[in-house]
């Protein structure tokens, strides 16, 4: 099984061994690597991509527990993989934003059940117990942008094979996305929208 190396380091180069490289039938090659910095899609963050030897990774997914890169050219032996930092920038901010909002609204009785972390698609969905009131989508921007201002820092924990993340003293969340050293690095957060359909509240963001 690949090392998931991205859980517990920031780097975004680093070398590994082709364990198995399959040509599909679109010319496309499957890639399986002894370790890996590449996010793969899920979990509402979309796919890291770069490069791996020569080739360009297009795409990592988990497919039954591994992780597998779509590359546009074959690799063999030990290569090097390099991250596209601007990429890995922008979706790792998207999902550390999601993270604030979740603590925000939560303080006023909702539950964080899903998100989807995507630019132009970006929100997070809570549920409730009983009755209660649609937060003011002002008062989330503000109260994330106060989180933000305090460049809390990341607090990542694995126990048990079960990884934490969180910032500063906030609630910790079970996750296996990537994150921001600082809540400083996630900028400035726009609340789109908040709107309750049956129960589900919807919280629309974007950076």
Same mark, same amino acid.
């Given at each position: 099984m690949t090392e998931r190396t991205y859980f517990d380091s920031d780097e975004l180069e680093t070398t590994a061994e082709v364990v198995s490289c399959t040509q599909q039938e679109?010319?496309?090659y499957r890639v399986v690597l002894s370790r890996t910095l590449f996010h793969p899609q899920g979990g509402g963050q979309l796919t890291d991509i770069g490069t791996i030897g020569e080739a360009a990774m297009l795409k990592a997914t988990?497919?039954?527990s591994e992780v597998v890169h779509l590359t546009d050219a074959p690799v063999v032996g030990a290569v090097t993989l390099?991250?596209?930092a601007e990429n890995r920038r922008r979706? !790792?901010?998207y999902h550390s934003a999601g993270h604030l909002i979740s603590v925000v609204v939560e303080r006023t009785g909702w539950?964080?059940?899903k998100g989807d972390h995507r630019p132009g698609e970006a929100r997070v969905v809570f549920e409730r117990d009983?009755?209660?009131?649609v937060p003011a989508e002002a008062d989330v921007e503000v109260a994330v942008a106060e989180l933000v201002g305090s460049g809390l820092a990341r607090v990542q924990k694995t126990e048990d094979g079960r990884r934490t993340v !969180?910032?500063?003293d906030l609630p910790a969340y079970?996750?296996?996305g990537t994150h921001v050293v600082s809540t400083a690095d996630v900028g400035k957060v726009r609340i789109v929208s908040a709107k309750d359909k049956k129960g589900q509240l919807s919280v629309r963001y974007e950076l």
């Open positions: 679109d010319r496309k988990v497919e039954e390099l991250v596209d979706n !790792t901010r539950r964080a059940v009983g009755e209660l009131a !969180t910032w500063g079970a996750c296996g």
